[in-house]
């Protein structure tokens, strides 16, 4: 089975009382949960979990440590997708916005950790919406 989602090619639409029709909006929202990389955000979280405990290392402390697992982690998400996605199946687009995804889902979730980073957690709750938003309607074909 293959981890990213692929568009069909079947043409649903609206309904003559203006309703959408189920089955588009489960698409929708399949689609908006594959582009997310929950398996490497969990990791992610895991790896900075562990380092909670370690408040005092120098790594932690020069944040070198968590800026290593961030590009780690950034890289491994297109790395795994792609691993991932069915042969001779588009996959360009999906490996970009899942990269994107990953950069926001780690500001949400750990932007407070990084000292030379702004964070907001309003800020962050809003991108988080806006991007879950917008990928939805980002055609996934190319």
């Known amino acids: 089975m293959s981890r990213l989602y692929y568009e069909t090619n079947e043409v649903t639409g609206f309904r ?7 089955g588009r909006v489960k698409s929708y929202l399949e689609k908006v949960s594959s582009l997310v990389p929950a398996e ?3 990791g ?12 005092g290392s120098v790594l932690v402390e020069k944040q070198g440590l968590l800026i290593g697992i961030f590009c780690f982690c950034l890289l491994l998400t297109p790395l795994y997708l792609n691993y991932q996605a069915k042969e001779g199946k588009p996959r360009f687009i999906h490996l970009l916005i899942s990269s994107v995804a990953f950069i926001i889902w780690a500001y949400v979730t750990s932007g407070e950790k990084f000292r030379d980073v702004y964070y ?4 962050a709750s809003v991108l988080l919406i806006a991007f879950s938003l917008l990928s939805g309607i980002i055609p996934l074909k190319k």
């Not at 003559?16 to 189920?22: I, N, R, T, V, Y």
């Not at 992610?44 to 408040?55: I, P, S």
Request: charged share 35%; no cysteine.
């Open 44 to 55: 992610y979280l895991a790896m900075l979990g562990f380092l909670d405990k370690e408040e």
């Open 120 to 123: 907001d957690a309003d800020v």
């Open 16 to 22: 003559a009382s203006g309703k959408q029709e189920k």
């Open 40 to 42: 490497i955000i969990a």
